[in-house]
Structure formats: structure tokens, C-alpha cells
């Protein structure tokens, strides 16, 4: 049985200009150490066949602009109504994939009042667990954002995944490692075949087509695993998609009215 074709979007809603190689890169991956390094902040849309809007998927749901402005980020709207630009409807979405839970992909979840939460059981266990306080991964979450998605759980409102999941016919969550605990990545099946959304298991183009680490890791052999994953499942390589390049605007096709912020990945 052949999946059916859906259609993918990456929506920006803000951006990091002021970054260096050196900061984002692990090991010697990181040189040339002061090549400028801009992070684009994206969050993705899965329309269903039938372009329904009850039917649609979101990955991600970036943060708020009181994040942003705490962390130096540059934020250009919330990204729940970025998504609402394009014609979603946030309080129908039924289910919100969370690749994982840093600052940058879980603050804008409250505006999807009928979701579940689409989450890796090891994800949520690492930042209720005893690592989660450590300097180099508290730095990374929100308080608030981690509270509310316990809080989630509690209300049964989460998805628990361990591993691989069909949310939906032809839309597949894959659990992965190197970045966190547990991040997944989601595959698509769509007209142009299996494209996957990396998050950050691919934070930039650079990470998978140059086989080069990122910086923030609980697991390298992981994070390379990760790599060849993501290359076997997608149908081709250009339909991985990474999580904060900004080479995903040109690479794609503008959505018309939303050039160099959404564009049509399938
Ligand atoms: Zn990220």
C-alpha cells in the first residue's frame, strides 16, 4: 500500500545572525573557527491529502518572543501564527510533533488546544531526570517549557513514543540519537517521495552532506548513526531538510506572498 502524498512546509518565524562557525561545530568541524554562522529559526507543516485543515501536522513550536528576547534572538512572530499565515488551524491541529525539547522547538505549544504531543518517552525522562540540572543541558530548556509539558502528561495530552510511530498514514516519528536523549525526526511520505525533517538532527546542510558534528551532543557515534538514518530514509538527499539553515529558503520554493519566510518542501 502506498502512503499517501502530503505536503511539507518550513515556516520561519525568527533568526540568529550574530553566530560563528566556532560556536556551533564540534571538534575540528568547527574550523574555519570564525566563518559567520546565521541559525534560522523554523517550525514545519504537514498538510494531510484533502489540504483539511483539522488533518494538519505541526513539527516544532518554537519559542516566544520573551524567550527570544532573553536569549538575544531575533523573533518575527509567534510561530503558531506564522503557521495560521498559511492557512493552519492552530486550535485544530490533533497532533504537534516535538522533536525534543530545547528552548528553541517547545515554547509555543499553548496556542494547539486540541493536540497531542507527539514525544520520545526518553526525552521527556531525561529533563524530568537527574541530568536535566547540569550546566551544559539546563542551559539549553526553558523551565516554563519543560513545567508545561509535564503538565501535559498529566493530562494525558502526550503522545509517548519509544522509537518509531505511525502518527498518521504516511507521516512516521523516528527516534534518534547524538543530539538529545531523545530526538526524532520525522519521515513524510510526499509526490516527491520520503522527505525528512531532520530538526536538529541536522541542525545545517553543512552537518549531514559534510558528515560534520554539531556542537551540542550527549552521544558522537550516535550523532554520525544519525547522519547515515536520516540518508537512508530519505528519497533523495536533497529532501533532508535541516533544522536552522537558512540555505532552506533558497533551496525550496517560495510559498507566493511568503518569500524568505515559508517555503514548499513537497
Ligand atoms: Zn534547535
Request: with cysteine; charged share 25%; hydrophobic share 45%.
Amino acid at each position: 500500500m502506498t502512503a499517501p502524498a502530503h505536503e511539507v512546509y518550513a515556516v520561519k518565524f525568527g533568526q540568529h545572525p550574530g553566530g560563528k562557525r566556532a560556536q556551533y561545530f564540534h571538534g575540528s568541524a568547527a574550523e574555519p573557527l570564525e566563518k559567520p554562522t546565521q541559525l534560522d529559526y523554523f517550525v514545519w507543516l504537514i498538510r494531510s491529502p484533502g489540504q483539511d485543515p483539522s488533518r494538519d501536522i505541526v513539527v516544532d513550536a518554537g519559542f516566544t518572543a520573551e524567550t527570544a528576547a532573553r536569549r538575544g534572538r531575533e523573533h518575527w512572530q509567534a510561530p503558531s501564527r506564522a503557521l495560521e499565515g498559511l492557512g493552519a488551524d492552530c486550535s485544530a491541529v490533533p497532533y504537534v510533533i516535538l522533536s525534543h525539547f530545547h528552548y528553541d522547538h517547545v515554547g509555543d505549544v499553548e496556542a494547539f488546544t486540541g493536540a497531542k504531543f507527539v514525544v520520545q518517552a526518553r526525552e521527556m525522562a531525561f529533563w524530568t531526570g537527574r541530568h536535566a540540572a547540569r550546566h551544559e543541558f539546563r542551559r539549553l530548556v526553558e523551565r516554563a517549557d519543560i513545567e508545561r509539558l509535564a503538565g501535559y502528561a498529566l493530562d494525558g495530552r502526550v503522545l509517548f513514543v519509544d522509537g518509531e510511530h505511525d502518527v498518521v498514514p504516511g507521516v512516521r516519528v523516528h527516534h534518534v540519537g547524538g543530539h538529545t536523549a531523545g530526538l526524532q525526526i520525522v519521515s513524510v511520505a510526499t509526490a516527491r517521495g520520503t522527505v525528512v525533517l531532520a530538526a536538529d538532527a541536522s541542525h545545517l546542510y553543512a552537518n549531514v552532506e559534510d558528515d560534520a558534528p554539531f556542537g551540542v551532543l550527549t552521544d558522537l557515534p550516535a550523532m554520525y548513526d544519525t547522519f547515515d538514518r536520516m540518508r537512508a530514509l530519505a528519497a533523495a538527499p536533497e529532501l533532508i531538510v535541516p533544522g536552522h539553515d537558512p540555505e532552506v529558503l533558497a533551496r525550496f520554493d517560495p510559498v507566493d506572498g511568503f518569500e524568505g519566510r515559508a517555503v514548499r518542501i513537497a
